[in-house]
């Protein structure tokens, strides 16, 4: 005897590789299922860019399951009780779905097996979204790792993941008329203003366009992956980071992809590790987070809990602007605000000024983010804040203060990303473009430039903010100096 299995999809937007789907279509009558689960996320529920994504990315799920010869139910609410309704609707005897790693999913999904199970309908979840589990990688002494090289070691001595499953066939959906939102109804889009026009032009959310950039990124531009992709102007960078969030495509499918094009040798070896490589540091951060859940808001090492943030709104608002008068800060934060991702260089030194020119607390600049970036993912987020503030597991020295007029003049040395997002400055020569209050009067008027006017004056002193950070952050480092390092050393 069959019974209807629903499938709960969460951030697994994809019919390929798709475990929890593929187990759900073998068995029987199958239910799709997707839940708007803002209360239990509470605090971190989809930003607001995001959830401009999660809604294309929906519509063109609703499309791939239509050509399936299936629907995809929306319900909005608690997961709980949303699949409770769903169960009782349909008669399902089963429930799946595929794993993810934040604190509250974690905390929601084992409550809601234990519910399902009470009431006598199974419930299992699948891997899909990390080349491998949180506990398949251990340290020699059988702990979780909070260093990423030696993980990585590991990981790499584990060989290739399974490779990713095919589209399911022959599919048998669930034939009873199921009551389900409306996706438009749900709001997620922006109206008035709309000011994801811009977001819009840059993206193709869905699993279709996920595949179309990942065949894109391998057919070209991932030979210059290496060194390129430190080179914002550079188009080096895959851009499949918000595909990979929303889980349109899954990370063995991008990992089999590169390996496939590495050894046809249309992509060379030391180019794909380098991208590979990146994808075990977006595991290393799930896996950072699954052991280590309070880090969402406080600091993997505590004695950063005495560090003297500033509370300075002015100079915070002028970071998220854009106006801060350093150029690369400011061209990465409207880049950020106008398209919903910011390159990956230039996210390190706005987060290091954040937090080490301003000495703002990582958990605003975070929030930011978080709102603000179309692959806003809380593991990578939380990762990359605690790594820029020196807090984190596996952190960036808290000597590490970039200086964002030599990393301007380093990877952006023709001016070409300062100049596409930060205009008023395009007539400057390459020698002071970076450093505009450095060009003589009479070449700024010539340029048009004229300072905190046309472009604002810079809102701290390069020199005296290091100055001011090195005595705050080496006061709490040398606390630790004598520390053991945690588990994961070995």
């Known amino acids: 005897m069959t019974t209807t299995t629903i499938h709960w999809f969460r951030r697994d937007l994809r019919l390929r590789d798709n475990p929890a789907l593929t187990d759900a279509a073998a068995q029987g009558p199958l239910v799709c299922l997707f839940v708007l689960d803002d209360e239990d996320a509470g605090s971190n529920a989809t930003g607001a860019a995001s959830r401009w994504w999660l809604h294309q990315s929906l519509v063109a799920l609703i499309k791939d399951l239509e050509e399936l010869g299936g629907k995809l139910i929306l319900r909005r609410g608690k997961a709980a009780e949303a699949i409770s309704g769903v169960t009782a609707e349909t008669g399902a005897g089963r429930v799946v779905w595929n794993r993810l790693y934040e604190p509250w999913s974690v905390k929601r999904d084992k409550e809601l097996k234990a519910a399902l199970n009470d009431d006598g309908i199974a419930a299992e979840s699948f891997a899909a979204d990390m080349i491998r589990e949180p506990w398949e990688v251990e340290t020699k002494a059988g702990k979780p790792f909070s260093v990423f090289s030696p993980y990585w070691r590991v990981v790499q001595a584990q060989g290739d993941p399974s490779p990713p499953l ?14 389900s939102d409306l996706l ?23 699993a279709t366009g996920a ?15 290496k060194d390129g992709r430190n080179f914002p102007a550079m188009g080096a960078t895959s851009c499949m980071s918000a595909h990979l969030h929303f889980g349109e495509v899954g990370p063995r499918q991008l990992w089999h992809a590169t390996r496939s094009a590495m050894e046809s040798g249309s992509v060379n070896d030391a180019a794909g590790w380098a991208f590979l490589r990146e994808l075990g540091w977006r595991d290393f951060n799930r ?3 699954f052991y280590n859940p309070d880090t969402v808001t406080e600091n993997f090492r505590d004695n950063f809990d005495a560090f003297p943030w500033r509370d300075d709104e002015r100079a915070f608002t002028a970071w998220t602007k854009g106006e801060t008068g350093y150029p690369l800060v400011d061209a990465g934060m409207r880049e950020l605000w106008r398209t919903g991702i910011m390159h990956n260089r230039v996210r390190m030194v706005v987060a290091s000024f954040l937090v080490k020119h301003l000495m703002i607390d990582w958990r605003q600049g975070e929030a930011w983010f978080r709102d603000t970036l179309v692959d806003a993912d809380l593991a ?5 804040w605690q790594w820029t503030a020196g807090c984190g597991a596996d952190a960036a020295p808290y000597f590490r203060i970039f200086n964002p007029v030599a990393q301007g003049e380093r990877f952006d040395p023709k001016g070409e990303y300062v100049r596409k997002w ?11 473009l970076h450093k505009p209050w450095e060009a003589p009067d009479d070449v700024r008027a010539d340029a048009g430039v004229a300072l905190g006017k046309t472009y604002p004056a810079p809102i701290v002193d390069h020199p005296a903010a290091r100055k001011r950070a090195l005595a705050a952050f080496g006061a709490i480092k040398n606390s630790e100096e004598n520390e053991p390092l945690l588990s994961g050393a070995a």
Request: proline share 13%; no cysteine.
């Open 166 to 179: 095919p589209v399911p066939e022959k599919v048998t959906f669930h034939d009873g008329d199921i009551p």
């Open 184 to 206: 438009d109804d749900w709001g997620l889009q922006p109206t008035k203003p709309n000011w994801a026009a811009e977001i819009a032009a840059e993206w193709t959310p869905g």
């Open 380 to 384: 990578n987020n939380v990762g990359g």
């Open 211 to 225: 595949a179309q950039r990942m065949a894109e990124f391998l057919s070209g531009p991932a030979n210059d992956y």
């Open 422 to 432: 930060v205009p008023e400055l395009g007539a400057l020569p390459n020698k002071f």
């Open 287 to 289: 896996h950072l987070l």
